[in-house]
Nanobody, 119 residues
Framework: VQLQASGGGLVQAGESLRLSCTASATISRFISTGWFRQAPGRERELVASITYDGVTNYSDSVKGRTTISRDDAKNTVYLELNSLKPDDAGVYYC??????????????WGLGTLVTVSS
Protein backbone atom coordinates (compact mmCIF):
# COMPACT_ATOMS: atom_id res chain seq x y z
CA VAL A 1 0.00 0.00 0.00
CA GLN A 2 1.26 3.45 -0.89
CA LEU A 3 0.21 6.77 0.60
CA GLN A 4 0.18 9.94 -1.49
CA ALA A 5 0.01 13.25 0.35
CA SER A 6 -0.98 16.49 -1.33
CA GLY A 7 -2.32 19.95 -0.59
CA GLY A 8 0.73 21.64 0.83
CA GLY A 9 1.82 25.07 -0.29
CA LEU A 10 2.73 28.59 0.69
CA VAL A 11 0.18 30.49 2.76
CA GLN A 12 0.16 33.55 4.96
CA ALA A 13 -0.26 33.35 8.69
CA GLY A 14 -3.92 33.08 9.60
CA GLU A 15 -4.93 31.28 6.43
CA SER A 16 -6.05 27.67 6.03
CA LEU A 17 -4.97 24.59 4.14
CA ARG A 18 -6.47 21.18 3.62
CA LEU A 19 -4.06 18.33 3.18
CA SER A 20 -5.12 15.05 1.61
CA CYS A 21 -3.61 11.61 1.84
CA THR A 22 -4.87 9.00 -0.58
CA ALA A 23 -4.01 5.34 -0.20
CA SER A 24 -3.51 2.94 -3.09
CA ALA A 25 -5.78 0.44 -1.33
CA THR A 26 -8.62 0.52 1.14
CA ILE A 27 -7.84 2.39 4.33
CA SER A 28 -10.49 0.47 6.25
CA ARG A 29 -7.87 -2.19 6.94
CA PHE A 30 -5.84 0.24 9.06
CA ILE A 31 -6.45 0.62 12.76
CA SER A 32 -5.42 4.28 12.60
CA THR A 33 -4.20 6.90 10.19
CA GLY A 34 -2.48 10.14 10.98
CA TRP A 35 -0.33 13.09 10.13
CA PHE A 36 3.15 13.96 11.34
CA ARG A 37 5.20 17.00 10.55
CA GLN A 38 8.86 17.86 10.60
CA ALA A 39 10.33 21.34 10.54
CA PRO A 40 14.01 22.03 9.83
CA GLY A 41 16.10 21.32 12.90
CA ARG A 42 13.19 19.81 14.78
CA GLU A 43 12.10 16.27 15.47
CA ARG A 44 9.20 14.74 13.64
CA GLU A 45 6.06 15.14 15.70
CA LEU A 46 2.53 13.80 15.61
CA VAL A 47 -0.01 16.40 14.54
CA ALA A 48 -3.22 14.38 14.56
CA SER A 49 -4.53 10.85 14.22
CA ILE A 50 -7.85 9.13 13.71
CA THR A 51 -8.79 5.54 14.43
CA TYR A 52 -10.85 3.22 12.25
CA ASP A 53 -13.92 4.08 14.35
CA GLY A 54 -13.40 7.84 14.26
CA VAL A 55 -11.63 8.58 17.52
CA THR A 56 -9.35 11.57 17.02
CA ASN A 57 -6.24 12.79 18.77
CA TYR A 58 -4.49 16.13 18.34
CA SER A 59 -1.24 17.61 19.51
CA ASP A 60 -1.64 20.49 21.91
CA SER A 61 -0.06 22.85 19.40
CA VAL A 62 -2.88 22.39 16.86
CA LYS A 63 -5.83 21.48 19.04
CA GLY A 64 -8.84 23.69 18.39
CA ARG A 65 -7.79 24.82 14.94
CA THR A 66 -7.19 21.52 13.15
CA THR A 67 -9.51 18.75 12.05
CA ILE A 68 -8.56 15.30 10.88
CA SER A 69 -11.10 13.20 9.03
CA ARG A 70 -11.24 10.17 6.80
CA ASP A 71 -13.38 9.10 3.88
CA ASP A 72 -13.10 5.35 3.57
CA ALA A 73 -15.03 5.37 0.29
CA LYS A 74 -12.28 7.51 -1.22
CA ASN A 75 -9.43 5.87 0.71
CA THR A 76 -8.43 9.34 1.80
CA VAL A 77 -7.51 11.03 5.06
CA TYR A 78 -7.75 14.80 5.37
CA LEU A 79 -6.10 17.34 7.62
CA GLU A 80 -7.74 20.74 7.80
CA LEU A 81 -5.33 23.32 9.18
CA ASN A 82 -6.81 26.67 10.19
CA SER A 83 -5.32 29.87 11.59
CA LEU A 84 -1.91 28.76 10.43
CA LYS A 85 1.14 30.04 12.25
CA PRO A 86 4.78 30.14 11.13
CA ASP A 87 5.45 27.35 13.63
CA ASP A 88 3.11 25.11 11.65
CA ALA A 89 5.50 25.09 8.72
CA GLY A 90 7.24 21.88 7.78
CA VAL A 91 6.92 18.73 5.78
CA TYR A 92 3.71 16.89 6.59
CA TYR A 93 3.67 13.12 6.34
CA CYS A 94 0.66 10.88 6.44
CA UNK A 95 0.79 7.49 8.07
CA UNK A 96 -1.33 4.38 8.30
CA UNK A 97 -0.98 1.71 10.95
CA UNK A 98 -2.05 -1.89 10.55
CA UNK A 99 -3.78 -3.72 13.39
CA UNK A 100 -1.52 -6.15 15.29
CA UNK A 101 -2.83 -9.17 13.35
CA UNK A 102 -1.88 -7.67 9.99
CA UNK A 103 1.70 -6.98 8.99
CA UNK A 104 2.67 -7.10 12.67
CA UNK A 105 1.01 -3.77 13.28
CA UNK A 106 3.54 -1.85 11.27
CA UNK A 107 3.14 1.74 10.23
CA UNK A 108 3.59 2.85 6.65
CA TRP A 109 4.59 6.37 5.67
CA GLY A 110 3.81 8.44 2.66
CA LEU A 111 6.03 10.99 1.03
CA GLY A 112 5.56 14.38 2.59
CA THR A 113 3.93 17.55 1.42
CA LEU A 114 5.55 20.88 2.26
CA VAL A 115 3.68 23.57 4.14
CA THR A 116 5.23 27.03 4.28
CA VAL A 117 3.70 29.80 6.37
CA SER A 118 4.79 33.38 5.90
CA SER A 119 4.38 35.86 8.73
Amino acid sequence: VQLQASGGGLVQAGESLRLSCTASATISRFISTGWFRQAPGRERELVASITYDGVTNYSDSVKGRTTISRDDAKNTVYLELNSLKPDDAGVYYCTATYPPYLSNGRTIWGLGTLVTVSS
